[in-house]
């Protein structure tokens, strides 16, 4: 098993991972549902891949796509 090292990503790239607009993320953000972001500077924000990508494995809808398969 390789290990790839954490970083951080920025709001399109997590996009682009999830698929999900920034808006939704926001609410389930607020509900508690998503890897909430972190704060890197006054005008900053992102979140670590690590997290988006176990949220990701996690999450329901993956879980289902799983067993379907």
Request: hydrophobic content about 30%.
């Amino acid at each position: 098993m390789t290990h790839t090292p954490d970083r951080i990503i920025r709001e399109r790239e997590r996009r682009e991972i999830t698929g999900v607009s920034k808006t939704t993320w926001w609410r389930w953000e607020a509900e508690g549902q998503v890897p909430r972001r972190r704060t890197l500077g006054p005008n900053s924000m992102g979140w670590r891949l690590s997290e988006i990508l176990e949220w990701l494995e996690n999450r329901p809808l993956a879980k289902q796509e799983r067993t379907a398969a």
